[in-house]
């Protein structure tokens, strides 16, 4: 008679008790690798995230960038991205590589440059002043300056000295073309500024 698949009395379960237990072991072992690449995952986003905060640090730095420096890489961290490699003389890829981090880890510089230059009276500002946002729907923080629009338009990149390089991103009432508002984060670093006279280099 022809044997059939069913176990019989006297028949040997080791055969089926080892397949049970390879299975158990690579599922465990599949379950451990699936763990391991998900906290790598976790530390490789992370690293990106500190990087994106640290690029768009350096970019607001430089004056191209003016929205929140919040870790998400989006239109407008490529955007200033791609203005400060053609500004640099980089292909404008829009990728973080590292011609590019070179550029842009290097100490900050005044424009050799420009288009325009004013002497003005520059007063400083902090959110705690104000409803902490600028005309131009970003957070009041240093970077980001006040201006009478008829003199600057908004959007133009500035360097002022003894401030550093500036997006004009807001205006104000008592605003006038030989009068400039800093922004900065704190009200302490804003009183401690006070009010001097720059030199405005429109880029």
């Not at 599922?27 to 992370?46: Q, V, Y």
């Not at 070179?102 to 440059?113: D, I, M, S």
Request: net charge negative.
């Amino acid at each position: 008679m022809a044997e059939t698949g069913n176990w019989m009395p006297g028949r040997s379960r080791t055969p089926l008790l080892l397949s049970i237990m390879v299975g158990l072991t690579l599922f465990c072992m599949s379950a451990g690798l699936t763990a391991e690449n998900g906290d790598r995952d976790s530390k490789r986003d992370d690293n990106s995230g500190r990087q994106i905060v640290e690029a768009q640090q350096l970019l607001a730095q430089h004056g191209f960038y003016a929205d929140d420096i919040d870790g998400i890489w989006g239109r407008q961290s490529e955007s200033a991205l791609i203005s400060f490699q053609v500004w640099c003389g980089i292909y404008p890829s829009g990728v973080l590589d590292p011609a590019t981090w070179e550029r842009l880890r290097r100490p900050v510089a005044p424009p050799g440059e420009y288009r325009r230059k004013f002497v003005m009276r520059a007063s400083a500002y902090s959110p705690e002043e104000t409803s902490g946002i600028t005309a131009r729907g970003h957070r009041v923080r240093k970077g980001l300056v006040s201006v009478d629009p008829s003199h600057i338009p908004l959007g133009s990149r500035l360097y002022i000295t003894g401030y550093g390089y500036a997006v004009a991103d807001d205006v104000g009432g008592a605003m006038s073309p030989s009068l400039i508002d800093l922004g900065f984060d704190s009200l302490t670093e804003a009183l401690a500024f006070g009010c001097r006279d720059v030199e405005v280099y429109l880029l």
